[in-house]
């Protein structure tokens, strides 16, 4: 896992520590801790690079976990792995903010396609995981890794009895820039695998899609503002060639 600096470690480690489960955490502040790895801010998917070097060879799967949040029924989450099934993003809870009208949409859609995953607690199989390594620069890690997941032949599943608690956006302005970067990280997953068609097209027609949020007031107007602006990025650089 991943953290910014140090505000959620020592909660984070003494909540690891009493799950009683091996851990890496990478951090961009220098811990004085066995377990933390130092690495400056590039990305989450620099430090699930940085951090897969230092998986155990026993070790048979692999739990991604945001710093910032408090896992619940993880039990149930490896329940859910099997020989065909081989990740399980779970499920997040949040108590205010857009974010909670936002996941009443979006997770009956995960629960029928696998449109997008949730980093904050995602569980891989390692032999997948290294199947997907190295993560590409993408500022939607955990959708990259559940596409190619997709592609490499394998079925992932949205796990709902397991999940996270944590908090995200307070306000329009922030959840615009929030669905800003995961919008325009999914478009560069897309461009570094091939998933089933069915996502795909959902990405072709979101900005046709998109317009229609603004239905749902002020929360939906920010989801539109960050889609479109993502979207606009994209191209951008798509154009420019430089991703």
């Avoid at 470690?9 to 220098?30: H, P, R, T, W, Y």
């Avoid at 908090?167 to 669905?179: D, G, L, P």
């Amino acid at each position: 896992m991943s953290a910014r600096n140090r505000k959620y470690l020592d909660a984070k480690i003494a909540e690891l520590q009493k799950m009683n489960v091996s851990f890496i955490i990478v951090c961009g502040e220098k811990v004085n801790h066995l377990n933390v790895v130092y690495q400056g801010n590039r990305g989450k998917w620099a430090a699930i690079n940085l951090a897969a070097k230092f998986i155990p060879k026993e070790a048979k799967v692999i739990v991604l976990n945001d710093v910032d949040t408090k896992i619940h029924n993880l039990k149930l989450a490896f329940a859910c792995l099997s020989e065909r099934i081989a990740l399980v993003y779970c499920r997040v809870k949040v108590s205010i903010g857009p974010q909670v009208k936002f996941y009443k949409i979006l997770n009956p859609l995960r629960k029928k396609f696998h449109i997008a995953a949730s980093g904050e607690l995602m569980l891989i199989r390692k032999e997948v995981f290294e199947c997907v390594l190295p993560l590409p620069a993408c500022t939607a890690e955990d959708s990259y890794i559940l596409f190619k997941t997709l592609e490499l032949g394998y079925q992932a599943n949205f796990c709902t009895s397991a999940y996270v608690t944590t908090e995200r956006t307070h306000n329009a302005k922030e959840e615009a820039a929030y669905k800003n970067r995961t919008t325009l990280g999914i478009y560069q997953a897309l461009d570094h695998t091939k998933p089933l068609p069915v996502i795909r097209v959902f990405y072709v027609i979101l900005p046709l899609l998109a317009p229609m949020l603004c239905l749902m007031g002020k929360d939906g107007r920010s989801w539109t503002k960050g889609i479109n602006r993502a979207i606009k990025d994209y191209l951008t650089k798509k154009r420019s060639t430089k991703f």
